[in-house]
């Protein structure tokens, strides 16, 4: 029998602490929504976790419906009545009950009134199929919700930070729903939570923690009381009840086995708090010594400027801090001011013009405020391109117009819309090679050491303000767990 599976994305993940807003809109590249034909256009053949549900969907035979791709660059809450509007879009995917649910959804959406978007997703397809299986492939930043588990028939997410799994994530997923449609699986679920607010710089995989975490995980791992188990290692920028990191097993048939599992891999990243939780924080000129003192080119990642957690992409006191120390040969980007790219556009080609640049969003750390530059446009782009991976390989990605400004010391890229720096593509799609600069400056956390490797390991991150910045202190957290390292000590995982 031809199974129907429907196959939707709804994904956000929530800087609570961000000053730009996040309307309907914003879920979507052109403000419109992307549905059907639109969503297989855009994402057929990307190595991201709609892709691997996509492929894992086409590999057991199914008929797909894709009635949605909603996917909103880290920000603010979103309203509970935008969710509304989006769910109600992936409903009106089936007129009667599909045999299964495939979602990629973020993990960790935080509505503005502090509840849990996944568990609103969740609690909707339930009222109108209460009983069809459901998996969900979810980012490693998920902030988890006993709720979602029991609501949820799969639970799968990244295993890696940089994510270079998560068409991987998608197939897992994909293949332990079928196995679950067929008979072959009659799974159970553990969650269990570990109390710890963590810096996201202390969460890659190839670092402790999380290493001997996943180890733990994939040692467990035998196939019946432990088919699948992910280390999630939260987001910690969104003020929710359920942020930090967790772990979910999905177990075989004996959920009291997939419970002591899921305690034993949280213990590991207990055992480990105080580095999970430490920024490692040093001043902006600190760094920029260190970078001068290595051979190019220098990869530079300014955190608090990180799109993919909630940043502007506008702050310029990293690239203020680098032309007064007598830096050159910059490669910057991706600047995020739809106002200089409206006047840079139409520049003379090779005509020195004048543009303020940047400081839209101002911080109280954020001293230089816009920096008014004078400069040349080299070239002008569509802003569209494939990631190069190997985050997210093949993935589509839309910056709006994009100018490439030569300032003398610095090329910056400025764009209409904001990217994390996590791929090269961005430089290179443009005409601008990362490899010939002296510096390399993105507005990254963690992602760009996978993207940015290929031109070597002189990769150093930059503590710069905005509303990704490390520091928490300043932080006004409303909703997080009344118990929760290092803010109040703590307890174990339970």
């Not at 710890?196 to 975490?213: F, G, I, K, N, W």
């Amino acid at each position: 029998m031809l199974l129907r599976v429907l196959l939707a994305a709804i994904r956000h993940e929530t800087n609570s602490f961000s000053p730009l807003a996040t309307p309907f809109e914003a879920f979507f590249p052109e403000g419109v929504p992307v549905v059907g034909a639109g969503v297989l256009a855009a994402h057929d053949g990307a190595r991201t976790a709609f892709g691997g549900l996509l492929d894992g969907a086409r590999a057991a035979g199914a008929e797909v419906a894709l009635p949605l791709f909603a996917d909103a660059l880290p920000s603010a809450p979103a309203s509970p009545a935008t969710l509304d509007r989006l769910i109600a879009l992936l409903l009106a995917g089936a007129d009667a009950p599909p045999d299964a649910l495939l979602l990629d959804l973020h993990g960790a959406m935080t509505l503005a009134d502090g509840s849990d978007g996944e568990a609103r997703i969740l609690r909707a397809i339930r009222a109108r199929w209460p009983t069809v299986p459901i998996a969900l492939a979810l980012d490693f930043h998920a902030n988890l919700s006993e709720e979602v588990i029991h609501l949820a028939t799969i639970v799968c997410g990244y295993r890696t930070y940089p994510h270079v799994d998560a068409y991987d994530t998608g197939r897992r997923a994909a293949r332990l729903l079928f196995a679950t449609l067929a008979g072959e699986l009659a799974p159970v679920q553990a969650l269990c939570r570990v109390p710890v607010l963590p810096q996201m710089l202390r969460q890659v995989t190839d670092d402790e923690p999380m290493r001997s975490a996943n180890a733990l995980a994939q040692a467990l791992t035998d196939g019946r009381d432990v088919v699948d188990a992910t280390v999630f290692g939260g987001f910690p920028l969104a003020d929710s009840a359920v942020t930090g990191p967790s772990v979910v097993v999905v177990g075989g048939a004996r959920r009291e086995a997939a419970t002591v599992a899921a305690r034993r891999i949280a213990d590991v990243l207990w055992a480990g708090r105080a580095r999970l939780a430490d920024s490692g924080a040093e001043p902006i000129e600190a760094t920029l010594r260190r970078a001068a003192a290595l051979a190019p080119p220098v990869i530079l990642a300014d955190c608090g400027n990180n799109a993919g957690a909630g940043g502007t992409c506008d702050t310029m006191s990293v690239l203020a801090a680098m032309l007064a120390a007598g830096m050159c040969d910059i490669v910057a980007g991706v600047y995020w001011d739809p106002d200089a790219v409206s006047v840079l556009q139409d520049a003379p080609p090779h005509q020195a013009v004048t543009a303020t640049i940047g400081g839209r969003h101002r911080y109280a750390d954020d001293a230089p405020g816009p920096l008014r530059l004078r400069g040349r446009v080299r070239r002008v782009t569509d802003g569209r391109f494939r990631a190069l991976g190997p985050v997210y390989p093949d993935m589509l990605i839309e910056l709006g117009t994009c100018v490439v400004f030569d300032v003398g010391a610095a090329t910056l890229l400025v764009a209409q819309r904001r990217v994390e720096g996590f791929d090269a593509g961005m430089f290179t799609h443009a005409g601008v090679d990362p490899a010939a600069a002296r510096y390399v400056l993105v507005f990254s956390r963690v992602g760009y050491r996978a993207g940015f490797a290929r031109y070597g390991n002189r990769q150093l991150l930059v503590h710069g303000p905005g509303a990704a910045a490390a520091a928490r202190a300043r932080l006004p957290f409303r909703h997080l767990p009344p118990s929760l390292y290092p803010l109040h000590g703590g307890a174990p995982p339970a």
